[in-house]
């Protein structure tokens, strides 16, 4: 075990793990931050997406000894009131079906907004790829993250 002091969601926590903890369970398991999902373990469906900085990260392949000083962003930690672009363009959009991958395919499109406010289809989709939805609701997301490009550039 070893002791980290991690910023997440912009406040210092301290967490008492071994240094090859997935984040997500750092997240989850120590923290009681159940937003981020478990989806498949290996850093396919992207279930499991959090911001270290600004990148969208898998965070079930993350130890938590690599994440050092960098501020870690979760779904609960996007937004106060969820009222982030993104989140609004989703609901504006009716994306979510079962809703079990939306809080990772949210942080890849806000992570993706961040780095390139105004996206093109393929920057949408090569941004987008590897978060993968059971319910097959890839059109919406994509309009969705094209209403929450135009509403933040507004």
């Not at 967490?15 to 498949?40: A, E, F, N, Q, S």
């Not at 392949?61 to 989140?87: C, F, K, M, R």
């Not at 961040?114 to 309009?143: E, F, H, W």
């Amino acid at each position: 075990m070893a002791n980290y002091s991690l910023r997440i969601n912009g406040k210092q926590v301290e967490v008492d793990v071994d240094p090859k903890t997935p984040m997500l369970w750092v997240l989850r398991d120590h923290l009681k931050l159940v937003g981020t999902k478990y989806g498949c373990g290996i850093a396919q469906c992207g279930s499991c997406t959090i911001h270290l900085g600004d990148a969208a990260v898998r965070s079930c392949q993350l130890p938590v000894a690599v994440v050092g000083n960098q501020s870690i962003t979760t779904i609960e930690g996007l937004s106060e009131n969820a009222d982030h672009p993104v989140q609004q363009a989703w609901l504006e959009h009716d994306v979510p079906q079962c809703g079990y991958c939306q809080a990772g395919q949210i942080m890849s499109a806000a992570a993706l907004l961040k780095n390139n406010p105004n996206p093109s289809d393929q920057d949408i989709d090569a941004a987008m790829d590897g978060n993968l939805c059971r319910c097959g609701t890839y059109v919406r997301i994509k309009q969705a993250i094209k209403t929450a490009a135009n509403s933040e550039s507004a």
